[in-house]
């Protein structure tokens, strides 16, 4: 489950689904079926990023049944988190520092030996997700990965002076392509598109219709089942 949102106060706040961050009328969790991948990915989320409606990490566990966020910074978590694979798994990194490998199908098995895989994502801002990569217990030890160039990102929330930083949810689902194939990767492109333009939404009011079309737009392909500053990312 993605880490809620705390209860908006003030004239200007309006209510906000406490998954996906949209409003209620706008909300896309129900349109979402999950995918169920034999990667599992986990989140290590900047408490900072919680309640920031642009952050894309949150939408994670919604368009992955095998995946969890961990909240960073809050102590009364970080007992319950203290685990990152379920016994027998191995886990990778996903984050570009000095010593990380690029991020391929055949190295990934060799990295964790044919055992169940965890991707493990740090998220917030450039020097937040440092952080966590660097400093956050149990992660020192973990072999670090780097996407393969790509291109540019076309579905960014936010600014970012840096053409190559894409963000979290981008970044996890061009891994999962890498990992799982193809027709995975645009699903999660798919679901990232719609929180996208559903969040653009929120500062200029489409008109209903708008709001009906989007929501009878397929999240996946029928075919496809079988298989601010925008610092939201550092992979």
Request: charged share 30%; glycine share 6%.
């Given at each position: 489950m993605a880490p809620p949102l705390e209860p908006a106060t003030g004239d200007r706040c309006s209510p906000r689904c406490g998954r996906c961050a949209l409003?209620?009328?706008?909300?896309?969790c129900a349109e979402v079926k999950a995918l169920w991948l034999s990667t599992r990915v986990l989140v290590f989320l900047h408490r900072r990023e919680v309640h920031k409606p642009t952050n894309t990490a949150r939408m994670v566990p919604i368009a992955l049944?095998?995946?969890?966020?961990r909240v960073v910074g809050r102590e009364y978590e970080r007992e319950r988190y203290a685990n990152l694979t379920p016994p027998g798994g191995r886990a990778l990194l996903l984050f570009p520092s000095a010593d990380s490998v690029e991020l391929t199908k055949e190295g990934a098995r060799e990295l964790c030996y044919s055992s169940p895989l965890?991707?493990?994502v740090p998220d917030g801002n450039?020097?937040?997700?440092?952080?966590?990569?660097l400093h956050e217990?149990?992660?020192?030890l973990?072999?670090?990965v780097h996407l393969p160039a790509g291109p540019p990102s076309e579905l960014a929330l936010r600014s970012?002076?840096?053409p190559a930083r894409i963000s979290t949810f981008e970044a996890i689902a061009r891994a999962v392509g890498i990992l799982?194939?193809?027709a995975a990767q645009k699903a999660l492109e798919h679901v990232l598109a719609l929180k996208v333009e559903r969040t653009r939404w929120t500062r200029k009011r489409p008109k209903k219709t708008e709001i009906e079309a989007s929501a009878l737009r397929p999240v996946r392909d029928e075919d496809d089942g079988d298989d601010e500053t925008d610092d939201d990312d550092a992979t």
């Open positions: 409003p209620p009328d706008l909300c896309l049944s095998n995946s969890e966020v965890t991707l493990v450039w020097r937040q997700a440092r952080k966590i990569a217990e149990g992660l020192a973990v072999p670090r970012n002076p840096d799982e194939g193809e």
